[in-house]
Structure formats: structure tokens, C-alpha cells
């Protein structure tokens, strides 16, 4: 597609439940990240995906969250066991890495998610 | 490691002056550096960025960046702030010698440009 797109824009959920985000990154973009952005607070990484390579899951802030991304397509971020400290804006974004990875984000709109 | 400091965060200027919105970073070795902007409810987009050679890195909507290697900076910079560039401004850093590919960004600067 022409951007990286993300689904829901929205989720409200209720604390305990489990919830799924959807990253349909920019075709041919072989790098996939996920970012969480809390209310007043900076971009915080989560998981990057390059390829066929494993994942960089080193940002997970605990076993509730996982990704998963075939190939160089679409990923899903799932939280489960929601927490009222999981609500923020999750963004995804992709790139395309060159040989010396100078290449920028392209980032989706994000989904905010709010546990009640 | 690398880390991204945005020692401000909220810069107010008035329509026609000149902004500056700070930067400093850490890498171990030498840096790449972007500015993104966050406008209200969408996600980041990009401005700039420096990899290397011209210190003065020029980017979208007329706003320019300058690297610093003595003062590790990269301040944002526009010669006339209009009330269209309020919002949230995100500098971010990659060492490009480390191999680690994510990118580090800064906790973000509120600019707000009254009229």
C-alpha cells in the first residue's frame, strides 16, 4: 500500500481481556517496529522485525505482549491479560534498510488503545 | 548504547519569530539523526535527517537542522514560525556503527506558536 496502515484506530477494552493490533506495513519494506507512546511520554520501542531474521524483542515490558509478522508482511501485536498501564498510542512503523540503514520511518497513525 | 535528550518540553514562540527546538544525543560511535513531527490524533512524520557530510541539514516545510560533533546536537531550527507547525517534535538517533538497527527517540518537545 502507499503508507503503513494500522487497525483498529481504536480499541477500548476491558482490564483482563485480551486484544489484538494490526501493522500492514509499506510493500517491499523488509523492517517492521512496534512503538507504544503513553500520554506525555516519548516513544518507547517494543519489537523490531527484519526479515527472515528473529525478532528484536528486547522493548517487550513483559510476557502479556507478542508479535508475530510473517515474512515481510503483516504483523500483529497482542497484549493479553489487559492492564489500565497498557492504554497509550501503539504505533507501527516500517523501512526499507539499506546496506548502511540510513533510511527513516515510515510510520503508521497508530491505535489507541484504553483499558477500562 | 544510545540515548536522545529533548531538554524542553514545551517551546513557545510567536508567529514570525524564529524557533529552536533542542537536541543532544549519545552513541558510542558516529550518529544518524532524524526529526519527526506528531500533529494532533497522526502519526510521526518525517522532517530531516543528517548521515553525513553538510553539517546544515535542510527538510520539510522549511525547517532545517544543524549537527554538531563537538556539542553531540541537532536542534531543530526555522527562521519564521508559523501557527501551522504547532505540535510534537521527535528527534531520534541510531549509532551507525553498532548494527543495531532501531531507532532512539527523544521524549518530545511540545512547540506551541501564537498568533
Known amino acids: 500500500g502507499a503508507g503503513v496502515s494500522q487497525s483498529p484506530s481504536n480499541k477500548v477494552t476491558e482490564k483482563g481481556k485480551d486484544v489484538e493490533l494490526r501493522c500492514d506495513p509499506i510493500s517491499g519494506h523488509t523492517a517492521l517496529y512496534w512503538y507504544r507512546q503513553r500520554l506525555g511520554q516519548g516513544l518507547e520501542f517494543l519489537i523490531y522485525f527484519q526479515g527472515n531474521s528473529a525478532p528484536d524483542k528486547s522493548g517487550l515490558p513483559s510476557d502479556r505482549f507478542s508479535a508475530e509478522r510473517t515474512g515481510e508482511s503483516v504483523s500483529t501485536l497482542t497484549i493479553q491479560r489487559t492492564q489500565q498501564e497498557d492504554s497509550a498510542v501503539y504505533l507501527c512503523?516500517?523501512?526499507?534498510?539499506?546496506?548502511?540503514?540510513?533510511?527513516?520511518?515510515?510510520f503508521g497513525s497508530g491505535t489507541r488503545l484504553t483499558v477500562v | 548504547a544510545q540515548s536522545v535528550a529533548q531538554p524542553e518540553d514545551q517551546v513557545n514562540v510567536a508567529e514570525g519569530n524564529p524557533l529552536t527546538v533542542k537536541c543532544t544525543y549519545s552513541v558510542s560511535g558516529n550518529p544518524y539523526l532524524f526529526w519527526y513531527v506528531q500533529y494532533p490524533n497522526r502519526g510521526l512524520q518525517f522532517l530531516l535527517k543528517?548521515?553525513?557530510?553538510?553539517?546544515l541539514v535542510k527538510g520539510s516545510y522549511g525547517f532545517e537542522a544543524e549537527f554538531n560533533k563537538s556539542q553531540t546536537s541537532f536542534h531543530l531550527k526555522k527562521p519564521s514560525a508559523l501557527v501551522s507547525d504547532s505540535a510534537l517534535y521527535f528527534c531520534a538517533v541510531r549509532d551507525k556503527n553498532s548494527g543495531y538497527s532501531t531507532l532512539t527517540f527523544g521524549k518530545g518537545t511540545m512547540l506551541l506558536v501564537s498568533p
Open positions: 512503523a516500517s523501512s526499507q534498510e539499506g546496506r548502511l540503514g540510513a533510511g527513516g520511518y515510515t
Open positions: 543528517y548521515i553525513t557530510g553538510d553539517n
